[in-house]
């Protein structure tokens, strides 16, 4: 039988529930215990998965030798402080989307993984829906060709952030998905974006963000925070088939349409002269199972941790997305002035990767 | 009983046939011919109305003193010399969107129209569809509340034009909507439009266009000719209710979801604050007539003529909308860089102003 | 250069424009005429196509030799004395659905066109659509399996009519699909309807038809006038797929789904002791062609007349949908008690069989 | 400080837990333990919950006198001894629907009930959601005006039972929520039924079930296990307007229709001559609370303890939903014959009525 991990999680607000019940129903996992400041919160997490220890303080917690793991669902900002005391005291780490306020965290955060060889797991979880993992799949088998576009729409009523934009709150997950399932992961070139804020809340309540593709191609994410209506769908075009995932739709969720521009039988001269003519073909619907991704998150954190490899949306993936949101910002306030992402700072060689 | 007006129709194309359906059918014309260069084109639409005069010649139809009107549907780059002509003849001139392939010739035709008292107006068709008319009304009586935002998507697998861009080619739609529905008419102020051509095909094939819109909101259009699926779809956010106009949905084409931020029982503070509450009301979908909005086209062309007055959409709107695009085009050359909307040429005082 | 047949189309009322536009176009056929009682009716039609005769007495339409052929669309009460002038002239004739307002008539219809030798054919049109000719392929390829049920639904708000019961307006649209698609045409064996009259209308507005199909499955048909919701949808439920059909979905009409119980690894015990296991599989939606189900209806008249053979909705079809629904208004009238369909009259051997 | 009652949950399977669960966090109760013949799963469901005691010995409960109430979640078979004994040890019940196996079974529980004085309710779950409670409301408002028809399909691929066809696992939701709703509750008067059992598993897996309604009018329920497609929609249309409940439509669950046949304005001479106009208004759909339907069980159950009187999903009208299901199977077996349901046996006058 399997060694089972010892993991904490900390931070008993809004996700920690889950994952201290998905920590506890999974075979890879022991469920150590709860960590939060707010004792009785910690407590209601840990009674309504059948009761587990609780902690108030952190150090007791990375301080037991007995805890392999931490889980950790706190806010943006107390990331970086969190994810490197953890770090240091060789913990390995599973961290709540986005990876940090700043790109400069993420980078501290991903290096000192890296030095000290431990797992850094970004907890992208829509990664781990079989939907997305369908989509991925079938790009990798070149189904859709290349691609042309993206055009991702995610947009409900939703609250007002008080410490985030609408990009910052939506788009990682956008951009997360995007990172998981195009051949060459997030792009890193540049990215314009574009919001409001017609209630005068301080920050934007509606944005755009759009970013080049390899070969010509765009990526568009729009978001939302004031629609009545909810829609969740992410069109990706490809030069053989056209994709799309309606999340909304459990009957259907993903689609692919055999349709488009017929470029094998015309050519490019063709297509510069404009007789480009359409072929409407079959749609079709891969049946998906019914999982919870956050079953397999967990899963695939134990198998990082075992296999000693960086995990499928490891720190790095973490602070890609990070890279092209801070970008996104400086695009916002220059009015959509298209805005390089910043490179990531270079590794010394010597340092073994982990993180892939 | 009221006079009958004469009208030509200048082009036997795509959409000829359908202004000759309509002109026959209206009670306030008489269909005084067909005009094509080629004249078995003119005569296949002729007999599709069971019969009318053809000419090949404009100057026959121009010269002709019982002619009171034409209506033109040509392509773009031919409006400009054919409805100085005809506006120079004396005639009343309706043309279809977008009225020109350039601003400059826009205000030329606008301020000639202007000058000789005659009606010039832009076959915006959409505006005379009973949804956007409610749309309008809806606005107009404030049930609305202030606009916030505007997303307006139009996508679907379009033929990739051999001589516009996917935003000159399906934009106009959304932009001669706005001016109609929106308090006051299409900003003018600046636009950023970002595209892409991943089939290398010359033109954007995928395009997008935001606007800033009074009080701090925006407005934003997505054009696209390479989806497999078909979208038309508007969403107008106010601070009293959202309205959804779907166009594609013959049973329910236009919802006023009353639901958005709570702002009445909270204040500025609370919104700067975040604490802000949201509102789930109910949803009310308006009952439309079935009714052809050229119908409509042809009977608001008549009025203006009759009441001398500028047609709802005029060649003034048609400009805004040219305006508007022209800016698109410069913003798209310079990636995303917010552009001025040039401000219109300013008209001597002494001519009289039919125009609106 | 094939020769053209000529035809006239008898009634100038609802359906007789589509008919008479439909031959007009059609390389097969000549549009001869239009032959209605009231003059002026016929003109209009005749406009509407382009110019063609009138008539106003049908002796004259039947006595010209050079007519090969008659459309009837008039109502169903007067279906048989036309249809058998127009035989007995030795015409060919294609008739409005249903055949005849009984099913005496319709037999004696049929059996005179198969004594002359003449081509009977019923204008089912929505057979003729691509959607239901991929059904019918489907199900012959037995891309379905056995047929274990179909479920129609056919409602909306439509006009109370004043000679016929909904069973009578609505069904034979989808009895004569049935009639079309499955393996043994539609069974001739037992009829249940139920229906109500709230409205107090003199005939039920709101009706249900149920066959048992061979094998123990049944068939289900739905009709309603007072719904305020169109509703256009047959599922066909088979052992190895289940296809649904929605007509007023235009991007995705025909759907199969790859679902249900999974026999062959159970086999039939299993089932008895209802350990029955469900298999979710892929749905597959085929593209359609956009095509006018009249053009192919009018051709396949043509060429059924030119092969001497029956047309694919022959006048047998048309009976056999009659039988049911004289069946279905016994059963009403018996408040649901099953009623045997009447078995067809015997045809003497020595006449020549055109109609199948 | 209002007093909790003590209730304990009988049965640990499907919906042993949910009652738990609910139990547990009302205020109203408490939850006084589970009670299984299986204690390893009782012991499950009490841990879900965050432990309480577990009994495998039903007598031990039942001569607990501090337990109150019991709320009985077993197979349909073994309420009626259940029920008795609980009523028998004075204990009020809730019981799982259907409310008995037969009729005989729950004319004897409803009848103990009343002897007793206990309260005895039915777990019509539906009939507490936030739309079924909204569609009562509307209808006793006036709002749809006299009912004329309902139709409700209930179709999705469903486990075969080992016990019950089609018609007793699905119809009895549809049951339970007309008698809810419909002014004077679910017809008593006949009520036929078709089924068909295609896969030869000895049970219908396809049903309908017809009841005539007071006026003329008609309810039609179609239920099937062998459905590809989801589809849990009930349209119940009134002579004012027609109301469509789409259960898996959260965005717009239910929606009002202003459209019919414009009586008023006719009167029924019109009617009877079918020149009857249609009125087009408009949609609307309430706003309906996020609520767990289950929440209001538990509170009603206690609200009906508390004031000594009938719940609103008492016993007698869990044996209207049982007297229509037993005629339905005799029609069913009569291939849709309509069936009476038989009435109630009548009650000796002097017992008090504590059941409405």
Redesign the interface.
Known sequence: MTERYNAAVIGAGYWGPNLARNLRAADDWNLAGICDLDRARAARVA??V?GAPVWTDIDEVLGDPLIDAVAIATPARTHRALVCRALEAGKHVMVEKPLADGREAGETMVALARERGLVLMTDHTYCYTPAVMKIRELIAQGRLG?I??V?STR?N?G????DVDVLWDLAPHDLAILDFVLPGGLPQT?V?A?????????RAC?G?L?M??P????A?I?V?W?????IRRM?I?G?R??L?WDDLNP??RVSV?????D?ASHG?EA????Q?S?R????????LPEREALAGVVAEFAAAIRGRRAPRTDGASGLRVLSVLAAATQSLER????VAVAAPTPVPAAVPALEG
Request: net charge negative; aromatic share 6%; charged share 15%.
């Open positions: 009674e309504s059948g290349d042309l576009y055009d947009i009523l609250l007002v952030q008080s540049t314009s574009l919001g409001a804020d017609p209630l005068g809340t301080g509606v755009f759009a080049p593709l070969g010509g191609g765009i568009h729009q939302n004031l629609s009545p209506t909810k069109v075009g030069t088939s056209t799309v009957q259907q349409f055999d349709r488009g521009v470029l490019v297509v510069r002269s404009a480009v359409y409407i073909g079959d749609t079709w619907s891969p049946a009015h959509g002035e298209p």
